[in-house]
């Protein structure tokens, strides 16, 4: 039996230890909240506080991040810990490709920027024959200008990333200011990703994708709420990384039926399914196509399409 007709009948089935043996990617995964939130908790000797079930928005995110989260990863071997965790939690979940963010001001952690580099490439390295780790650099849309201008070409130039993905509070609007930083990383051969059209509308993702020249959205389902943004994302072969438990879970929609995934399928946009921070939101990447599955979003045969394009 073939990994499609494995994966159809383990979604009829509701066989989720089913579903995590096969093969699927993941590329919306911010790297050091990539791990279930009961491993962090082991690992804080039962210290970290659980998030707030009740968040809303980016803010709230951030809150548990900021006040939380960081009061327990203290040392670069803690963050050094958070992303073998994550990349070990999706090996379990039968990820083969994954591509998840470190945000670039984790350099700072270290004394030598080579032992940086070196550290991540060793994880990277160390699971090589069971997961396709492509690194990703991660930029927050507060950082300074002084960390942007001499944090992120070295990141860019290292070669140990092989994408760039901007983030954080979808107000702080206007995206000139990075344009030069993605020009420069696609110059290196880098894929080139935002967040963008979580919260915000279609003209949101527009803007992102004119400016910065994108491959992929982070999110980006608003730009359903516009057809011209719709075909231009289909021009320009943009995939959507979307979150769905995620998107719930902040109230970026107010029904998990409501989500715009499959009419954007629908129209022919390429689309994958992710867990954004899995720590918080706790649906791995197999739960989450079981989700869709039971929902009546998609059917069996177009989630496998689904996972299938993920790991082209």
Known sequence: MNNSKKFKEYLKNQDIEGLKSIPKGELHNHGGLGMKFETIYKYTDKQIKKPNENMHGIKGLDDFIFNEYINHIKTKNDFLWTIEETVKEAINDGIIKLEASIDCHEILRFEDENNFF????????????????????????????????????????????????????????????????????????????????????????????????????????????????????????????????????????????????????????????NTDDLIVFGSNVSEEYLMLYNNNIFSAEELDLIRLNSIK
């Open 118 to 273: 070196n550290s991540i490439y060793s994880i990277v390295d160390k699971y090589s024959d069971k997961i396709e780790f492509k690194p990703e650099i991660g930029v927050a849309k507060s950082i300074t200008d002084e960390n942007l201008k001499n944090l992120v070409p070295k990141l860019i130039e290292s070669g140990v990333f092989r994408s760039i993905d901007l983030y954080g509070d979808e107000e702080i609007t206007g995206f000139e200011r990075y344009k030069d930083y993605y020009e420069y990383a696609k110059k290196k051969g880098l894929k080139l990703k935002a967040h963008a059209g979580e919260f915000l509308g279609a003209n949101n993702v527009k803007e992102a994708v004119s400016v910065l020249n994108l491959d992929e959205i982070q999110h980006g389902f608003r730009a359903i709420e516009d057809e011209y943004v719709v075909d231009m994302i289909k021009e320009r072969n943009i995939r959507l990384n979307i979150c769905p438990t995620s998107n719930l879970y902040l109230k970026a929609i107010d029904n998990i039926k409501n989500h715009p995934a499959k009419e954007l399928f629908n129209k022919g946009v390429d689309i994958s399914i």
